[in-house]
Each structure stands twice: as structure tokens, then as C-alpha cells.
């Protein structure tokens, strides 16, 4: 059984099969995203505006004022660490790591692995959090938005970020050299994922080597990397960040206005909503199919949560009010993606669970020679990817609030401009000639998104092309649309 399952694994060393255009694509990626997300930090900020003015003129760029602009560490590339920094963001992940231990928990198995065994998961990812808000809202309420959480976030953001992307390359690089002790048909049902053993060392390093990555540590037991890194520590941070930024727009203006609480509490719920729905995450690719290398450390523990909070951390500084008409225009947008996304969501899963339920009788579906059944109606004969679109409208109204994006902030005991929003110790903050160039920032993630999913899809595609083949060019032809209705 062991040399079986070793197969495929075999016959993608002989040919592999490069996604991200290869080796180049991952190197690329691996050592270009992190300073992007440096970028954008720096070039969006608190100090002189976003982007900082100097980037609006590249022919007359002083980079020692552009320094100044952005706030750059004055010792230079070391002020990005923090020793202090690093030791609270360990801290925080064995935090995390006992509430793991300690909370009530669902366990169950996993999918069938190669090998034929299972992997046993343990959930509480939901509960986790909850407590976690609970704890910081109960901090908020006592002390308001001097919270020593809130203003220690904002005033080490940087320092915190980069201890995370350490956190990143170390974990990648830690579980590559692990994976090489995995042995065929071993008790602990370890597997290399089929796609991350190429023999290219950056490659199989990004991509990820071992399929399901485990650790025992003393007290809190096995944890499976991969499933815990992805609705755990990264997740929560992005709420936790949210909470910081509302607190600083409340301490730069004595206010909070209802963007920002929008922007924060939808974001909160589709968190917690992901972690509700936890045991479903064991039919994702992620799961069953990528293994765990820096592709997924990064994006769990860096990517989602400093750059999906783009929009809270730009409304700290230009608050923007969309009053009644306004929250409901975002809210009815965010309601409709919703719903396309968790009811096509459940029906799949309805139909792979128990196909013959009654209430699924009037689905129509085309058999395989696989053994399974494609639907053709319903939520899936509108497009093969009907969830992705729902996803993605869900996208917009994290985005919308911020409106035409751009501002430029003049220093306290400038003369009073008309339609500044003026802070507490005395700034103001105008729209200026950065208006409409600070969508690169709050928009971003909209655009990243639609680039994640269409690759997620053609992805699905190559994969549903081997596993069924011609029936999956039949199907095709039946369900034209990939992601949007009569668009792509």
C-alpha cells in the first residue's frame, strides 16, 4: 500500500508540473510580495498622506524626503524589527495554541489520504475568536480606545508585520526540511503533496513539500500546521487589526464614523463565518490537495490580514460617512454576493452528501465514468464557479466606503482649507491632489482577489480535466460560463 501511494509522486518528479510560471514565478513571488506589502504600508500613511505627496511627483523625488514622508525608521532597515515586538507576536501564537488546547472542541476525521488512512482534526476555531473579541471588547470597554492592545498594534504595525513574515519563512522552511524524514507508509499517515515535489528546491519550498505537516508540543498536543495556520492566528489578527484602527480613528478625532464600524463588522463576520463552517475546509484544495510551504504561511499570517485591512487602516485617517442611503447600498451589495456564495455553497455540499434527498429532486445532473455526478442546474448550471462570483461581489463593499481614495495630511497651525477634516491635535486631512490615487491602496484588494479566484478556477479546471476527461469537455459545453454569467 505504501509504494502505491507513492506513485504519482514519482511520476511528478519525472515530468513536473509547474504552476506560477515555475520556479521563476515562485522566487518571484516568495521574495517580491513581502516588500509590496512594505510598500504599501509605508506609501499609504498617517504622516503625510496617501500616497505620501513625494510619490505623486517620481521627476522631482528626493528619497530623503520621501523618508520623512513615509516615516521611515531613522536607524535605518534595523527599526523595522523589534525584539519587544516579536516576543509579544510568539506570545500571542501560544496564546492561540492553548486556547486551542483548553476550549471545547469538535473532532473528526479527514478526507481519505492516498494512503487509505485519516487524519483526525480538532475545531474550535469559532470559539477561539469569540473569546478572543470578547476579551479585547471587554479591555475596550474598561479603558476605550486606550486599550494598551489597540494603541500597542498601531503604534508597532510595522514591527508586528515584519515579525509575522519571519514567522512565515521560518515555518515554510522548517516544515521543507522536515518533509524529507517522511517515509513511505508510515503510522503517522504523513504524505508528500503530489505538486511540491518537483526535485526545484524554491519551488517545492513555496509551493509546499509535506501535504499535512504535524507538530506535538508539550501540553497542547498535535496540531496540524496547515489547517491551524489557516483559520487561526492570521484570521484573527485581521480582526484584531480592524479593532486597532477604529480605536485610532476615535483617538485622531474623538469620533468613529459608520464606514469604518461597517467595513470592520462585515469583515468580523465573514471571518467567524469561515470558522463556524470550519469542518468544511476539509474538502477544500487547500486541504486535500496543495501542501503547506510558504505560499500558505505567508498568505495565512501576513497576506490576509495586513492587506485586507487596507480599508480600516485608511478610514482611521480619512473617515468617510455614507449615511443611511449609503450603508444600504453596501449592505445590499454585501447581502446579495452572500447569498450567492453560501447558497451555491450548500447545495453543492448537499448533493455530494446525500444526492437522493428529495429536496434536490428537481437538480439535473450529468453522470461520469469517474463514478460522480456533475450538476448541470441550480446554482451550478449558471457558472462552474457561481460561489467565486458570489465571493467576490462580497469584495466590493470592503472597498466601496472609501470612496474616490487620496489624501494628503497638512502638519497642525496650517491655514484652515475648506472641506479638511481637521484631527484633534490640530492636522488636517484633504483629499488634494492625491484624490483618486489612493484607490491603488483601497481598491487592491478587490483587484487581487479576482486575480486569486480566476486562478483558483483555471486550477480546478486543469484538476477536473484529468479526473474526468472528455465527460469534463462535455460539461463544458453544457455550463459555458466559468465565474461571472455571460461574462467570463
Not at 63 to 73: D, F, Q
Not at 88 to 109: D, Q, S, V
Not at 140 to 151: D, H, K, M, N, S
Request: charge should be positive.
Amino acid at each position: 500500500m505504501g509504494s502505491k501511494a507513492q506513485q504519482p509522486i514519482e511520476a511528478s518528479r519525472k515530468k513536473p508540473e509547474y504552476e506560477f510560471f515555475g520556479p521563476p514565478g515562485a522566487a518571484l513571488i516568495s521574495f517580491v510580495l513581502p516588500p509590496l506589502v512594505y510598500a504599501i504600508t509605508f506609501a499609504c500613511n498617517d504622516l503625510s498622506g496617501c500616497p505620501a505627496p513625494s510619490l505623486l511627483h517620481p521627476k522631482n523625488l528626493d528619497l530623503n524626503v520621501l523618508k520623512r514622508e513615509v516615516g521611515w525608521p531613522q536607524d535605518g532597515w534595523p527599526g523595522l524589527f523589534s525584539w519587544e515586538a516579536t516576543g509579544w507576536t510568539l506570545a500571542f501564537y501560544l496564546f492561540n495554541a492553548i486556547l486551542y488546547r483548553i476550549l471545547p472542541a469538535t473532532e473528526t476525521e479527514g478526507t481519505v489520504l492516498r494512503s487509505g488512512g485519516r487524519l483526525k482534526y480538532r475545531f474550535n476555531a469559532f470559539s477561539t475568536t469569540m473569546f478572543c473579541i470578547v476579551a479585547a471588547a471587554a479591555g475596550t470597554i474598561a479603558q476605550g480606545a486606550e486599550f494598551p492592545l489597540w494603541t500597542y498594534i498601531t503604534d508597532n504595525y510595522v514591527q508586528i508585520l515584519t515579525a509575522n513574515t519571519l514567522i512565515a519563512y521560518a515555518l515554510a522552511t522548517f516544515v521543507y526540511v522536515r518533509s524529507f524524514s517522511v517515509k513511505p507508509g508510515n503510522p503517522e499517515n504523513r504524505e508528500l503533496a503530489a505538486g511540491g515535489v518537483t526535485g526545484n528546491m524554491i519551488y517545492d519550498w513555496y509551493i509546499g513539500r509535506e501535504l499535512n505537516p504535524r507538530v506535538t508540543l508539550p501540553f497542547i498536543g498535535e496540531i496540524d500546521i496547515k489547517e491551524w495556520m489557516e483559520l487561526r492566528p492570521g484570521m484573527l489578527t485581521y480582526i484584531l487589526l480592524n479593532g486597532a484602527f477604529i480605536a485610532k480613528q476615535y483617538r485622531n478625532y474623538g469620533y468613529v464614523t459608520d464606514s469604518i464600524v461597517f467595513v470592520a463588522v462585515v469583515q468580523t463576520l465573514y471571518v467567524l463565518d469561515g470558522q463556524y463552517m470550519e469542518p468544511a475546509i476539509m474538502t477544500t484544495m487547500d486541504i486535500t490537495t496543495d501542501g503547506f510551504g510558504f505560499m500558505l504561511s505567508f498568505g495565512d499570517l501576513v497576506w490576509v490580514p495586513f492587506i485586507y485591512t487596507q480599508q480600516t487602516r485608511y478610514l482611521a485617517t480619512h473617515p468617510q460617512t455614507l449615511g443611511p442611503l449609503g450603508l444600504a447600498g453596501v449592505g445590499a451589495l454585501l447581502v446579495l454576493g452572500f447569498a450567492i456564495f453560501r447558497l451555491s455553497n450548500s447545495q453543492k455540499n448537499d448533493f455530494r452528501t446525500n444526492p437522493n434527498d428529495p429536496k434536490l429532486a428537481h437538480l439535473k445532473y450529468m453522470p461520469t465514468k469517474a463514478g460522480t455526478r456533475l450538476l448541470i442546474s441550480g446554482w451550478w448550471g449558471i457558472a462552474r464557479h457561481i460561489n467565486y462570483f458570489g465571493d467576490w461581489l462580497q469584495a466590493w463593499p470592503y472597498s466601496l466606503p472609501t470612496g474616490l481614495a487620496g489624501y494628503t495630511i497638512l502638519s497642525a497651525g496650517s491655514a484652515a482649507v475648506d472641506g479638511a477634516t481637521r484631527m484633534l491635535d490640530g492636522r488636517q486631512v484633504i483629499p488634494g491632489e492625491a484624490k483618486g490615487w489612493g484607490i491603488i491602496f483601497t481598491y487592491f484588494y478587490v483587484l487581487y482577489f479576482a486575480i486569486l479566484l480566476i486562478h483558483r478556477d483555471r486550477r480546478d479546471d486543469e484538476k477536473c480535466a484529468k479526473k474526468y476527461g472528455e465527460d469534463w469537455e462535455k460539461y463544458k459545453k453544457t455550463v459555458r460560463w466559468r465565474i461571472i454569467p455571460y461574462i467570463y
